[in-house]
């Protein structure tokens, strides 16, 4: 299959345009502002092209003016951009002027916890939290860039297949935007607290009988026949805002790169999201070294850590399950892209099992942080990588978790109230009203402690 490689556009290319949507299977361009869901000549996924940053006569932008460029539109900074997205507008899109649909998003923290890099066993252990993102995951990252384009097409409706996260970030976005929204989701198996966003932001939820490869071949479907805009992660416009969360890393790095980003990998459009970062950041001298990508699967859903054993030979689907909702997927849309990020940085895919992250969400919640299962599968691969010889103690090392603790409330009742096998469970204990009492459990907890 053929892979579109361009990074930029070229002066002759697509005059009168600052971006193009390009097959990446044809080649085919569809004009920036096209509200096609796929290539209409191939099918293919379609990925967002831009011209790189100019200066007023019309010559590429230094990389420390790039720089500067981003520092000055930072939210702290007098005429900011209060979005840690749009801040990246003139890489992201360039022309999207007052359609821009923002809650605002992003600026989220990057963070060190002594007791994760401990149990890790990797000192230089940084945590890119996108659950402080506003409905609590990566997905507002891609969502405003998808909304504002389903605004500058003039769409009537938006949808998405979901296991939780884009479903409450769609209905987020689609509210704020006045566009009705659909949500597709397997019946039975996304988590309370996603669920909840959902139907509270006023999208219409549709319990599909079937798993997420079921939801997702059902809402192309109606996209292509009844003309909603998709905004799934093989949006190319979503790719373009999932990207930021890799800039915004680097600018917090003062552009020195990592040695490895690690992510908990479902769909795959975050691993091609980042790849596709890095690869502009790159070619336009913004970093002088590319950092390794590890992609994370859970055991039971891990078709592409199998493919990646295989040297990507071929392509793999499996029957998924895994505590880990929001990657429980077994055909990875945006598996071509996620194979180019892979191999242009070096990069590696491996699996950890249910148990691993749960050992992981345990200690990163533990920290007063807290994650969503899902999120602690990069932390549990750092884990893998150090014990493996692959990271050592000394690297700096940035694992991304995708969303906030109370995305999956059920689970957390379930460690630390309901089974009774769990060592680590932090059950509420009842007492008599004496001071006593209070001064008994204080006691014990200290004694715990030594």
């Not at 900074?77 to 840690?84: D, F, I, L, Q, T």
């Not at 459009?269 to 070294?289: D, M, P, V, Y």
């Not at 109370?406 to 007492?431: C, S, W, Y």
């Not at 004496?434 to 030594?450: H, M, Q």
């Amino acid at each position: 299959m053929a892979v579109n490689d361009t990074i930029f556009l070229s002066a002759h290319e697509a005059p009168g345009q600052h971006s193009v949507q390009r097959c990446d299977d044809c080649g085919q361009d569809l004009h920036e502002r096209d509200a096609s869901p796929a290539c209409p000549q191939c099918g293919g996924l379609l990925a967002i092209i831009h011209r790189a940053p100019l200066d007023i006569m019309g010559a590429p932008l230094e990389p420390k003016a790039i720089h500067h460029t981003f520092a000055q539109h930072c939210c702290a900074m007098p005429m900011g951009h209060p979005s840690g997205v749009w801040r990246f507008e003139s890489l992201v899109m360039p022309t999207a002027g007052e359609a821009i649909t923002s809650h605002p998003e992003g600026n989220t923290p990057l963070m060190t916890r002594r007791v994760v890099s401990e149990w890790a066993g990797c000192d230089g252990l940084l945590l890119k939290h996108e659950g402080y993102n506003p409905t609590g995951s990566f997905k507002d990252r891609g969502m405003t860039v998808g909304t504002t384009q389903a605004v500058r097409t003039g769409a009537t409706a938006v949808a998405c297949a979901s296991t939780g996260n884009t479903s409450a970030s769609l209905a987020s976005y689609a509210a704020q935007a006045g566009i009705p929204g659909l949500v597709f989701v397997p019946a039975g198996k996304v988590a309370l607290g996603k669920m909840a966003q959902t139907l509270a932001y006023g999208a219409k939820t549709l319990l599909v009988k079937g798993d997420f490869d079921t939801c997702l071949r059902l809402v192309q479907e109606a996209s292509r026949e009844l003309g909603i805009y998709l905004l799934n992660s093989i949006n190319p416009w979503r790719v373009e805002g999932q990207k930021t969360i890799v800039f915004e890393t680097l600018q917090q790095l003062g552009w020195d790169a990592p040695d490895f980003i690690v992510l908990p990998a479902g769909n795959l459009g975050n691993t091609a999201a980042f790849g596709k970062a890095l690869r502009e950041a790159k070619a336009l001298g913004l970093i002088s070294r590319v950092p390794r990508l590890v992609s994370v699967q859970a055991a039971g859903a891990a078709p592409f850590a199998k493919g990646f054993r295989d040297h990507f030979a071929q392509r793999y689907t499996v029957q998924a399950e895994t505590i880990a909702t929001a990657i429980r997927i077994g055909d990875p849309a945006s598996w071509d892209r996620a194979v180019r990020a892979i191999r242009e940085t070096d990069g590696l895919v491996l699996s950890v099992t249910d148990d691993e992250i749960i050992d992981a969400k345990v200690r990163i919640d533990a920290a007063g942080v807290g994650c969503e299962p899902a999120s602690a599968a990069s932390v549990a691969g750092v884990r893998q990588l150090v014990r493996d010889g692959i990271i050592r103690s000394g690297d700096r090392v940035v694992a991304v978790l995708t969303g906030h603790v109370l995305k999956d409330p059920g689970m957390l009742v379930e460690l630390h109230q309901e089974r009774t096998d769990f060592a680590q469970a932090n059950r509420p204990v009842e007492i008599d009203a004496t001071v006593k009492a209070v001064a008994d459990i204080i006691a014990a907890s200290r004694g715990a402690e030594a």
